[in-house]
């Protein structure tokens, strides 16, 4: 199996609820492209958008 979805089956078997957070569009010079995703819960994030404050904020 996929280390990536290995590792995407390990957080959500630990995780309770998650938001999906996903790029749906871009304009001008951004962190990622379209598409681009992460899970977050009320205690850890998988994935990332990009812009390192971002997902800290």
Do not use: C, D, H, W
Not at 4 to 31: W, Y
Not at 32 to 51: K, P, Q
Request: aromatic content about 8%; charged content about 10%.
């Amino acid at each position: 199996m996929n280390s990536n979805v290995q590792s995407l089956k390990s957080f959500l078997a630990g995780q309770g609820r998650v938001a999906l957070v996903e790029v749906a569009g871009t304009k001008g010079s951004t962190p990622r492209e379209t598409g681009a995703y992460m899970l977050v819960s009320g205690a850890a994030i998988f994935g990332t958008i990009g812009g390192g404050q971002l997902e800290y904020m």
